[in-house]
């Protein structure tokens, strides 16, 4: 038995190899059944961000053995991202087995693992990537339960630590990006595009508590205005076809669609500048939004994933005292869920033993039996083992 990681994150690959594994919900999806099938796992998992993609399986008795079994799923991950035939892809692929794998997922989901120290998105990316493989029916008792312990934690650390008490983003880091390059953003046009997304509507909420913007937020049909976060005074919205005809005005764009294209190339963005004014384009998408030849316009500041890197340190660096108290709650319930996993994986062992006892009971009577047990303990454990073995008995 055995739970298994595989993991691409903005830690070990830089944005075009990530780009690689921004998985659709569908391959999300395929993968994990394919995981499954061909991969001969019992349960499987996929967190997909925009700072990583992170495979999780659990594997019963026999496959859980199988010294291939990460050849294999590095094979099927990266047919499924169409990079099979890239020799340079696996040094950027990261690989982790049973309680390293544990921790690993609680580091992630309490947000330590990310490139913003404690920011609130990836507890509900975890959530729903935990939701989705149900949905599938590809998680599990063990892999359900390590994502509810995993998910159970963070909200503990969000609760009894500041970790989250100042709440960061990639999002809030493009906001604070474009302020600092404009020397302030009152008074600025900024347009959002993708405001009903995720990350989109984390933008937006961080624009609506600034004073004196001008927002506009595009939109695929501007008569579908259900979305309550995009709903501003502040806020007009524009067909996302019409984008390009805005340009000229903006101060800032940010970008932040889960499409599969650029949502603006530099040949066309060039075209419709005619204002000679600095400008700040931010992508936050991974796959990128914008063609990143747009930095080399005149007066352009640019900025995409990993350009926010320095900006989180200096967010990182702060909250040190915090990361250690939620280190702390971490080790807890990663005992608790090892524990539990063991147990559940020792559940036949148990019952044959229980089976044995009272067979030795009804031949050589109770307290033979319970001695024989000692004795076959002592036998077979190490010191160490048997002093942890008493300290249990201990009342």
């Given amino acids: 038995m055995s739970i298994r990681l595989v993991s691409i994150s903005h830690k070990t690959a830089p944005l075009e190899i990530r780009e690689l594994f921004a998985f ?90 990310s490139m913003v120290v404690g920011e ?51 999002a809030t880091l493009a906001v604070k990006a474009a302020d600092e390059a404009l020397g302030g953003l009152s008074g600025k046009n900024v347009m959002v595009i993708g405001g009903t997304g995720q990350i989109g509507s984390i933008v937006l909420k961080n624009l609506y508590s600034m004073k004196g913007l001008h927002i506009y937020s595009t939109i695929r049909n501007v008569t579908l205005t259900h979305d309550a976060h995009i709903k501003s005074e502040s806020n007009t919205l524009i067909d996302y076809k019409e984008r390009y005809e805005y340009l000229d005005q903006m101060d800032v764009v940010i970008s932040a669609t889960a499409s599969p294209h ?28 914008i063609e990143e030849s747009i930095a080399g316009l005149s007066r352009t500041f640019f900025y995409n994933m990993d350009d926010f890197e320095e900006l989180a340190r200096a967010n990182n660096q702060a909250k040190k005292q915090a990361v250690r108290q939620a280190g702390e709650i971490l080790d807890e319930y990663q005992e608790d869920f090892m524990r539990w996993m063991i147990f559940q994986q020792a559940v036949p062992q148990i019952q044959a033993t ?42």
């Fill in 24 to 113: 659709t919900k569908e391959q999300q999806e395929e993968l994990m059944k394919l995981l499954i099938s061909e991969g001969g796992a019992a349960e499987s998992v996929v967190i997909a961000t925009c700072n990583r993609t992170e495979i999780y399986t659990y594997y019963g008795d026999q496959e859980g053995q199988r010294k291939n079994l990460f050849t294999l799923q590095q094979q099927l991950i990266l047919r499924e991202a169409g990079a099979g035939d890239r020799q340079d892809v696996a040094d950027y692929l990261r690989f982790y087995q049973d309680e390293k794998a544990v921790c690993h997922l609680f580091s992630v989901t309490a947000g330590l693992d």
């Fill in 354 to 395: 229980k089976a044995w006892i009272e067979e030795e009971a009804e031949r050589k009577g109770l307290d033979r039996a319970i001695d024989k047990l000692f004795y076959r303990i002592r036998e077979n454990a190490d010191p160490e083992e048997l002093r942890a073995f008493f300290r249990c008995l201990q009342p």
């Fill in 262 to 289: 650029y949502t603006l190339t530099c040949a066309r963005v060039k075209e419709k500048l005619k204002t000679d004014k600095p400008r700040v384009f931010v992508d936050l998408a991974v796959p990128v939004d």
């Fill in 120 to 170: 609130d998105q990836i507890l509900g990316q975890v959530k729903k990537a935990q939701e989705q493989a149900l949905e599938t029916g590809t998680a599990g008792k063990y892999l359900n339960t390590l994502f509810r312990y995993a998910i159970t934690c963070a909200k503990k650390i969000k609760t009894e630590t500041d970790l989250s008490k100042t709440s960061v983003s990639t």
